[in-house]
């Protein structure tokens, strides 16, 4: 592998800023914090609830120490990105308050901007194959560098509740405003026919229809609120999973034919981009650029270039639930490299989902793939 300038000069910034990371903590914290990269199981697991992420938490380092894990997490995102990751972050003093200052799910303070999780797999200075990845509540990143190239950005997820809060002004405080815009304005520039095609159902998921599996198979639906956390709940915390369930299924009123219309399927659902007109692939491509332009903006460049022209084409575009601002919604653009899902439904459609995922490479899987092919 050879890799572009670009993703070399990206995990090289990555590579210094982990072993800067690495190299400030303890050796117990250094143990929490580092795992071996063949630790599969682990590395392929993530999140996107207020749960063990697993790895060192903000909460257990020095404040230089988290200094330098922002700083990680800086070398993985753009300017915009990483300004919008770190409102996210402290979005969960805001929904403390929101919800009475009360939630604790088992621990002392259960909405918590402390409690993000940063684990490193492999050693970031040497040759062999690593990766990193930084989660929490409504923030999930993940890395894979092979031969000193970043290989793999996927899954990459955020999130927002609320979605939408007031700011002393006139326009409120939206982390996540692009995604849900963009999204509404392709889908209200459709022509009747077209709409019949994308619009697949007037009821929209729970959440997210992939979930945070490690890899999503056909039929999948989405999981259980319970089924998203790492263990699960018992006592007061998981009367509160299930009565939460209990009212978001009681809201949606599914039918069978809700449930199939968003199915997973590996076969892309609703309309192909190239069913699209002009003035409407520039708003799907407006749409790509706000999931993509997570990344730094070199091998943000890159990244899009796959889906210059003709692909696109191999795009589709599916909607489900309402399509005016404050309506429970939901959105899929699919195609065999990529994966994007966005949800809005819970909370009265002011709680925000949205994740970029490589239905083949994530965590560096076809890659990883190919190099130990090469190497065997």
């Given at each position: 592998?050879?890799?572009?300038?670009?993703?070399?000069?990206?995990?090289?910034?990555?590579?210094a800023?982990?072993?800067?990371?690495?190299?400030?903590?303890?050796?117990?914290?250094?143990?929490?914090?580092?795992?071996?990269f063949a630790?599969?199981d682990?590395?392929?697991?993530?999140?996107?609830?207020p749960?063990?992420?697993?790895?060192?938490?903000?909460?257990?380092?020095?404040?230089?120490?988290?200094?330098?894990?922002?700083?990680?997490?800086?070398?993985?995102?753009?300017?915009?990105?990483?300004?919008?990751?770190?409102?996210?972050?402290?979005?969960?003093?805001?929904l403390?308050?929101?919800?009475?200052?009360?939630?604790?799910?088992?621990?002392?303070?259960?909405?918590?901007?402390?409690?993000y999780?940063?684990?490193?797999?492999?050693?970031?200075?040497?040759?062999a194959?690593?990766?990193?990845r930084i989660?929490?509540?409504?923030?999930s990143?993940?890395?894979?560098?092979?031969?000193?190239?970043?290989?793999?950005?996927?899954?990459?997820?955020?999130?927002?509740?609320?979605?939408?809060?007031?700011?002393?002004?006139?326009?409120?405080?939206?982390?996540?405003a692009?995604?849900?815009?963009v999204?509404?304005?392709?889908?209200?520039?459709?022509?009747?026919?077209q709409?019949?095609k994308?619009?697949?159902?007037?009821?929209a998921?729970?959440?997210?229809?992939?979930?945070?599996?490690?890899?999503?198979?056909?039929?999948?639906?989405?999981?259980?609120?319970?089924?998203?956390?790492?263990?699960?709940?018992?006592g007061?915390?998981?009367?509160?999973?299930r009565?939460?369930?209990?009212?978001?299924?009681?809201?949606?009123?599914?039918?069978?034919?809700?449930?199939?219309?968003?199915?997973?399927?590996?076969?892309?659902?609703?309309?192909?981009?190239?069913?699209?007109?002009?003035?409407?692939?520039?708003?799907?491509?407006?749409l790509?650029?706000?999931?993509?332009?997570?990344?730094?903006?070199?091998?943000?460049?890159?990244?899009?270039?796959?889906?210059?022209?003709?692909?696109?084409?191999?795009?589709?575009?599916?909607?489900?639930?309402?399509?005016?601002?404050?309506?429970p919604?939901?959105?899929?653009?699919?195609?065999?490299?990529?994966?994007?899902?966005?949800?809005?439904?819970a909370?009265?459609?002011?709680?925000?989902h949205?994740?970029?995922?490589?239905?083949?490479?994530?965590?560096?899987?076809?890659?990883?793939?190919?190099?130990?092919?090469?190497?065997?």
């Open positions: 592998m050879t890799g572009s300038p670009a993703r070399r000069a990206t995990a090289e910034r990555m590579a800023e982990a072993v800067a990371f690495l190299d400030a903590l303890t050796i117990d914290q250094r143990a929490i914090a580092q795992w071996p630790a599969e682990e590395r392929r697991l993530w999140f996107y609830t749960t063990d992420h697993g790895g060192l938490t903000l909460h257990a380092m020095t404040p230089s120490q988290q200094r330098l894990a922002h700083r990680l997490l800086a070398s993985g995102l753009s300017r915009a990105g990483y300004v919008t990751a770190a409102t996210i972050i402290g979005l969960d003093n805001i403390d308050q929101v919800e009475g200052w009360v939630i604790e799910f088992g621990r002392d303070r259960g909405r918590d901007p402390m409690m999780y940063v684990r490193v797999f492999g050693d970031p200075a040497g040759d194959p690593w990766g990193w989660g929490g509540h409504h923030l990143v993940h890395y894979t560098i092979i031969d000193g190239v970043l290989e793999a950005v996927t899954p990459c997820f955020m999130g927002a509740d609320p979605a939408s809060a007031p700011l002393l002004g006139p326009h409120p405080l939206r982390p996540l692009g995604v849900e815009d999204g509404r304005a392709l889908v209200h520039s459709l022509d009747v026919e709409r019949a994308v619009i697949l159902t007037g009821r998921p729970t959440d997210l229809v992939g979930g945070n599996r490690s890899s999503i198979s056909e039929g999948d639906v989405p999981l259980s609120l319970a089924d998203i956390w790492r263990g699960r709940f018992s007061e915390v998981g009367e509160f999973m009565e939460a369930q209990d009212r978001m299924n009681r809201r949606a009123k599914f039918t069978e034919s809700d449930v199939e219309a968003f199915r997973w399927s590996a076969t892309p659902k609703g309309m192909a981009a190239r069913e699209l007109r002009a003035d409407q692939r520039e708003v799907l491509d407006a790509l650029r706000l999931y993509v332009g997570r990344l730094p903006d070199d091998v943000a460049d890159e990244e899009l270039a796959k889906f210059a022209g003709d692909g696109l084409d191999e795009l589709h575009v599916m909607w489900a639930g309402g399509i005016e601002p404050g309506q919604h939901y959105y899929r653009v699919h195609g065999p490299t990529l994966l994007l899902e966005y949800d809005n439904t909370r009265d459609a002011n709680h925000v949205s994740v970029w995922r490589d239905p083949r490479g994530d965590f560096g899987h076809d890659a990883l793939a190919r190099h130990y092919a090469h190497e065997h």
